[in-house]
């Protein structure tokens, strides 16, 4: 398969940085990042996975060119990200999403903070106005256009550094814990967005979390500890895998775990059940047939 | 007390004066507070406040919020005008004691203040009616001449919005942490100044981090979305002037004419 449809190609990527103490001398290298080996399609959902310290928050600031391999080589579309001459382009091409909703609005009004990425890029004027437009309504924040963040929730703020990212047409959305500061009506919210974006507009999507909820929405899931993938595979694969979670300092969904317990005690659910009406329908089924 | 500043505080509405360019505002504002620095009389006051009325009424911005401008300095005022009430030598009309009130010291009293309430009411209006970025990308037009002179223009306006943007939330912040003190039985009310700034620090520490923490990530997030400096940048709303920005100019030219007329040519009150 060609280098072209894979939006993110990485070669055994790897991240060093140096610890200091508080004179500034070096007391140990941490290497954030061990060979990481990861080709992501172009319009795929993928959740990367990771306890704190895993190294998927450094993996994220390689995708958007906020930092550069020490070793190895990541293509994002084709671009080696190394390269200085792509730094613009890789970040246009991959939007970011943080996670403190306060720290990445920029503007003080909603859609002049939309505007922003499309200011930077040089986009013409009626181009841009255009594209808020679209971008705010895509997001369903188009009714706030007029407001200051200050006074919108976590999650609309959320959605408004969606739209912030979707106005420079990235061709894949990177959501650092983006919603891992949201109260759980406005992580629903924002992960609705994402993924009708995913689906709608065939964005690759890139779900950096360690929500095992929020993982079930993923085509497919990288594990990572200690800056290496330590496994890969659907969500359904990832979560059979209870060792390996385990050891990764991770755990199964609530209600795959309770799955498990069934089908221990005999009950013959299939493999890879994670979403309540998905065991609700099974065991519905079952009961029918009883 | 320091959330009541309205400074920096925009009010969303659909008004004229909202949708007026901002230059005009800014210079408008700068006309409106020099001309009430340049007269000392009834009828002039009268022409500002009726003018500074007329325009909020357009405005559709809520009286209230004007005037909530004004809490913060409201002790200065005060100040200020008692000074010259008591300080100021001339004809007598009351005296107690040593104290002594004079024609002249009212006078003085009641024109300081009012040039003090107008002035910040005038500057509320356009702070209220103009959202801060409005407001830097009028002050980065108007002062794109000293580009030539090696000032880094569009850098200070992008600090001055990105400041801007952060005072309401560095402001709640501090009151989260003041709080939190409070809970741990930090006590910030009572001991002499000295005492109490002291009692300051366990504020300003954890403030002062977690700034500098917001800054990282804002940075990383400007980053993110391309910025890199003022060269090739466009703008989504680029400055143009309108045939009501003339209007706007024209009506500056009337007021300050009108101001003119009625300090010159009506009775000395």
């Keep these: 398969m060609g280098i072209k449809n894979k939006i993110i190609k990485s070669e055994n990527l790897a991240h060093e940085y140096a610890r200091r103490d508080e004179s500034g001398d070096v007391t140990g290298i941490v290497r954030a990042l061990d060979g990481i080996d990861v080709q992501i399609e172009a319009g795929s959902f993928v959740a990367v ?42 970040r246009q091409t991959a939007g970011m999403v943080f996670q403190n909703p306060d720290n990445q609005i920029i503007a003080n009004i909603v859609e002049e903070d939309v505007g922003f990425g499309p200011e930077n890029m040089g986009v013409p004027t009626d181009k841009i106005l255009k594209r808020v437009e679209e971008c705010l309504k895509e997001t369903g924040m188009y009714s706030y256009r007029r407001h200051s963040p200050n006074h919108l929730s976590g999650g609309q703020k959320q959605r408004v550094a969606v739209a912030g990212v979707l106005a420079m047409r990235p061709k894949c959305i990177i959501l ?20 009708r974006l995913n689906k709608k507009e065939h ?37 059979q895998n209870v060792g390996m979670l385990r050891e990764c300092r991770l755990e199964a969904p609530q209600i795959t775990q309770i799955a498990q317990g069934l089908q221990k005690a005999g009950i013959p659910l299939t493999q890879g059940v994670f979403t309540i009406e998905g065991l609700a329908k099974e065991l519905l089924e079952l009961a029918k047939k009883r | ?34 001309s009430l620095f340049l007269f000392n009389n009834f009828w002039g006051y009268a022409v500002a406040a009726g003018c500074f009325c007329a325009v909020t009424v357009v ?28 300080w100021t030598p001339g004809t007598v009309f009351f005296q107690l004691g040593p104290v002594e009130l004079t024609w002249e010291g009212l006078r003085k009293a009641f024109f300081l203040s009012v040039r003090l309430i107008f002035l910040i009411l005038g500057s509320s209006l356009m702070t209220l009616t103009t959202t801060p970025n409005q407001l830097t990308n009028a002050l980065e037009k108007l002062l794109a ?14 600090m001055m919005s990105i400041a801007l943007r952060f005072i309401p939330i560095l402001v709640e912040e501090t009151d989260r942490i003041m709080k939190a003190q409070m809970a741990r039985g930090a006590d910030f009310e009572s001991g ?54 003339f209007a706007a100019y024209l009506l500056c030219i009337a007021y300050c004419v009108l101001l003119y007329a009625s300090v010159t040519y009506l009775p000395v009150l």
């Design chain 2, 192 to 245: 002499n100044v000295i005492q109490r700034l002291r009692n300051m620090l366990p504020i300003l520490v954890p403030l002062f981090v977690s700034a500098v923490r917001r800054a990282n990530d804002l940075a990383l997030a400007m980053d993110a979305r391309c910025y890199h400096g003022g060269s090739g940048r466009t703008k989504m709303h680029p400055l143009r002037y309108q045939g009501r920005d």
């Design chain 1, 176 to 195: 650092d814990e983006a919603t891992a500061m949201l109260d759980p009506a406005g992580r629903k919210n924002v992960l609705d967005t994402i993924v």
């Design chain 2, 1 to 34: 007390m320091i959330r009541n500043i309205t400074i920096g505080q925009y009010y969303a509405a659909d008004s004229v004066v909202h949708r007026l360019d901002p230059r005009v505002k800014v210079i408008g504002t700068l006309v409106y507070i020099v």
């Design chain 1, 203 to 239: 964005i690759t999507v890139i779900l950096i979390t360690h929500y095992m909820e929020e993982v079930t929405l993923a085509d497919y899931v990288y594990v990572m500890k200690q800056g290496k993938v330590a496994y890969s595979g659907t969500p359904g694969e990832v979560f």
């Design chain 2, 145 to 158: 001449p000293l580009c030539h002179l090696h000032v880094p223009v569009h850098e200070i306006a992008m």
């Design chain 2, 59 to 86: 405005s559709k911005v809520p009286f209230s919020y004007i005037v909530r401008g004004l809490k913060p300095v409201f002790f200065m005022l005060v100040f200020t005008a008692l000074l010259n009430l008591f």
């Design chain 1, 49 to 90: 996975l990771g306890a704190n310290g895993s190294g998927k928050s450094t993996f994220a600031k390689h995708l958007n060119g906020l930092l550069f391999p020490t070793e190895g080589t990541l293509y994002i579309d084709g671009m080696d990200t190394a390269d200085s001459e792509n730094t613009l382009a890789v």
